[in-house]
């Protein structure tokens, strides 16, 4: 399962969370999974569960997924070129991640940014387009990929039995 939102906040709250990427601390140091090289890409800012960012996108995707629990939010950071893994988020096949893209340009297919996700044998390709919202079964086999010449923030929402 696959899903796309677009346009998933309305405006006003799409820019507050703009606003929350580029001001937030972020750390390195945090890998894929267990079966990724033991190399980190990336940053990362975990959503403290106090805060206005987390009950918004706790209020407008636990609906979606009525018998999971959220046990994870954070944001992640990629600089322009970072190669990151694929992985799974979890070996449950009911557990669902979800991924918010807050690039604030307009993207472009040159651009890059793209989240691959490995279905059937088959790779495909959800665009970073802002303020859609796409979520899928955690043990989908998945990775971000970085922008050519910008940085990246996705905002990861993780929910589980």
């Known amino acids: 399962m696959i899903e796309v939102i677009d346009d998933f906040l309305p405006f006003n709250q799409y820019k507050q969370v703009v606003e929350y990427c580029y001001q937030a601390p972020y750390y390195y140091g945090e890998v894929d999974d267990i079966n990724s090289p033991n190399i980190p890409t990336g940053m990362v800012n ?3 569960d106090t805060s206005a960012i987390y009950k918004l996108f706790k209020e407008n995707t636990q609906h979606l997924v009525p018998n999971l629990e959220l046990y994870r939010m954070y944001v ?3 600089s322009p070129g970072e190669q990151p893994y694929f ?4 070996s449950n096949i009911d557990d669902i991640t979800f ?3 807050v690039p604030t340009a307009e993207w472009n297919v040159d ?4 989240t691959q996700l490995i279905v059937d044998k088959e790779m495909r ?4 387009i802002p303020n859609r919202m796409v ?3 955690a043990n989908i086999l998945h990775r971000a990929t970085s922008f050519r010449n910008r940085w990246r923030w996705t905002l990861a929402i993780k929910y589980g039995v």
């Open 135 to 137: 979520y899928f079964n």
């Open 46 to 48: 975990e959503i403290e």
């Open 111 to 114: 651009d890059g940014g793209e």
């Open 99 to 101: 991924l918010y893209y």
């Open 87 to 90: 992985h799974t988020d979890s």
């Open 125 to 128: 390709g959800v665009m970073p």
């Open 76 to 78: 992640n950071c990629f």
